[in-house]
């Protein structure tokens, strides 16, 4: 099983609406993981990263981190048309530090106007 | 800060040709990372480093090399080029946790 795993969409939605992305890890010593975004020929930028259990809220972008069932998340809300990219999710090389991240596949965003 | 560069953005090589892709950070960061991108697909770690001279093999370290002299500089070197290394290679930086990206070089391997 891969360390981290996306839903692979892709995933269109309304301008406006709520986008959420997901990803589960198999690791339970897992302890930080980040979200990047991708504009299509372009390098990831970091949007989030996420420690602890529960909610982290920057702006139009929610984190969400739940160990117990080895989930992360990412909500955009109100998304736009500018919020279109692929989404990758990294955790953790074999879990404890995040020295090293293994990345998933990603998860390619339409929003249409 | 220019941050995370690397040169070239573009290269075409034949098969059996060898060159060094060039990545240098001025954020003064210890740990470095090379990372490949294949279409559609995620990024897979090829070779890290921690700080100047030490380097460690990630997940596909096979046809590469690296050297680490100074904690600025990480390249990249493909000895043997083969059409499996056609990628689009990555360097990023980092600090603590989040990990800092160039821009990428798009290599082609005919």
């Known amino acids: 099983q891969k360390e981290v795993e996306q839903n692979s969409g892709p995933l269109s939605v309304p301008e406006g609406a709520i986008a959420s992305l997901n990803c589960t890890y198999s690791d339970r010593g897992s302890q930080s993981f980040f979200w990047y975004r991708q504009y299509s020929g372009k390098s990831p930028e970091l949007i989030m990263f996420?420690?602890?259990?529960g909610d982290k809220e920057d702006g139009r972008f929610t984190a969400q981190l739940n160990k117990a069932s080895q989930y992360v998340s990412l909500l955009i809300r109100d998304s736009q048309p500018s919020d279109s990219a692929t989404y990758l999710c990294a955790g953790p090389i074999g879990g404890g530090s995040a020295r090293q991240l293994t990345f998933g596949s990603g998860t390619q965003l339409t929003v249409l106007p | 800060n220019a941050g995370v560069t690397q040169t070239p953005k573009f290269r075409i090589l034949k098969i059996g040709q060898s060159m060094t892709l060039q990545c240098a950070q001025d954020?003064?960061?210890?740990?470095m990372y090379w990372y490949r991108q294949d279409p559609g697909m995620g990024l897979k770690l090829i070779y890290y480093s921690v700080g100047a001279g030490i380097t460690d093999k990630g997940e596909v370290p096979n046809g590469y090399n690296v050297s680490r002299s100074t904690t600025e500089d990480f390249p990249l070197r493909l000895e043997l080029a083969a059409p499996s290394q056609t990628s689009v290679y990555f360097c990023a930086s980092s600090y603590s946790g989040e990990q800092f990206f160039g821009p990428g070089t798009r290599l082609t391997v005919l």
């Open positions: 996420i420690y602890s259990n």
């Open positions: 954020m003064n960061h210890n740990y």
